[in-house]
């Protein structure tokens, strides 16, 4: 009697544990398209399990808690963001919840954003202070084995789309995306670096090209235009230059919004190529692969001015006279598609800089330039 009593209570126990198991790979969903849950910190499980359930995460939650005092001693429950966007079962869910298998936002950070930019758009996608950011962009100890010249991480902080957790703090984010500019570099830039610039001096370089072109055929033009001006010792007379002096001067998040004017060509700052011969201390943005590649191998030829072309590229030309001549069929072309342009006395958001000259040497031709191109 006693065996049987035995066999008949191992029997219920083996169809209880098959049941159970069952039960725990079973999926459910209460609720409809996405959702994402937070499980703050110092949650405990009784009041995460209702939580599931109450967000239709569970059908019931004496089951996940049941897994959860099973494996106590050795699993805690994480708190995150959590994305549910399919059917689970409890075992699935727990799983989860132990293991962190936390909500990551994708941020998109464009090629040619500046710290500002950057700023601006994780304020906006993650609630991030942006004094926080900028702060920790202006931390250059993790830069002095390759770029100890670096005023800050500007250049550096590689643009690409990341995946932050809730409440990741700036520095995270700044040395997520410096660790992906060292990626970048050592796999494909590191061995083929030869340029008299030096790295910091490329990254300046690849930064103006970015800020002057979009397109990609012109990249090695535009920074062909530029090393021979160096070379010669003449003033880049860059304007993004001069736009990210306004905004270092007025830590301005957001674009600006009239094209430059013919004072703000003599603002005094270290970035103002028209005052300051040569390449301003550090990159005005950050530069993606191709801008880099093309500070590293400038196009070889006699070009020194380049203009808009009114077709999103760039007339380029050897001398002052061609250059004339190119300035005055951009003015027209531009009188023709939009009208007379305005004169302005308003500082400009970055894209205007790409539709106005490079400028001879002269100071006197660079004040005409200006006005004329206004």
């Known amino acids: 009697m006693l065996k049987r009593l035995l066999t008949l209570f191992a029997v219920l126990v083996l169809v209880g544990l098959l049941w159970t198991w069952r039960q725990w790979r079973q999926p459910y969903r209460g609720y409809s398209g996405n959702l994402i849950l937070v499980i703050e910190p110092g949650t405990r499980a009784p009041e995460a399990a209702q939580l599931l359930v109450v967000r239709g995460v569970l059908k019931q939650r004496w089951l996940f808690l049941l897994r959860y005092w099973l494996g106590r001693r050795h699993h805690r429950l994480k708190a995150g963001e959590y994305l549910f966007d399919r ?79 809730r409440n990741v703090s700036a520095s995270t984010v700044v040395g997520t995306m410096l660790a992906r500019f060292r990626r970048v570099y050592e796999a494909k830039f590191r061995r083929d670096i030869q340029s008299p610039l030096g790295l910091h001096g490329v990254m300046t370089l690849a930064s103006l090209v970015e800020k002057e072109t979009a397109a990609p055929g012109e990249r090695s033009l535009v920074a062909g235009v530029y090393l021979r001006r160096l070379e010669k010792g003449w003033a880049l007379q860059c304007d993004p230059t001069v736009i990210y002096a306004i905004r270092l001067k007025y830590r301005l998040m957001g674009r600006l919004s009239a094209p430059l004017a013919t004072s703000d060509l003599s603002l005094e700052s270290p970035y103002n190529t028209y005052r300051n011969p040569g390449l301003p201390p550090g990159p005005i943005a950050n530069p993606g692969e191709a801008s880099i590649e093309a500070a590293m191998h400038p196009a ?70 200006a006005k004329r191109e206004h």
Not at 106 to 112: D, F, H, L
Not at 144 to 151: E, G, I, K, T, W
């Open 300 to 369: 070889p030829g006699d070009a020194l001015y380049f203009v808009s072309n009114n077709q999103g590229g760039h007339a380029f030309s050897n001398n002052l006279r061609d250059h004339n001549r190119n300035v005055a069929h951009y003015r027209s072309q531009r009188v023709a598609l939009q009208g007379p342009l305005p004169i302005v006395v308003k500082p400009a958001e970055s894209t205007a800089s790409r539709h106005r000259t490079k400028a001879a040497t002269s100071p006197r031709h660079s004040a005409k330039r």
């Open 87 to 165: 059917p689970l079962g409890p075992l699935d869910v727990y799983w989860k919840l132990v293991q962190g298998d936390i909500y990551l936002h994708a941020v998109v950070i464009p090629e040619g954003s500046d710290r500002f930019d950057i700023a601006r758009i994780l304020y906006q996608q993650m609630g991030i202070n942006p004094a926080d950011l900028l702060r920790a962009t202006e931390q250059t100890t993790a830069l002095r084995d390759f770029a100890p010249q670096a005023p800050t991480l500007e250049g550096y902080l590689f643009p690409d789309t990341y995946r932050f957790p």
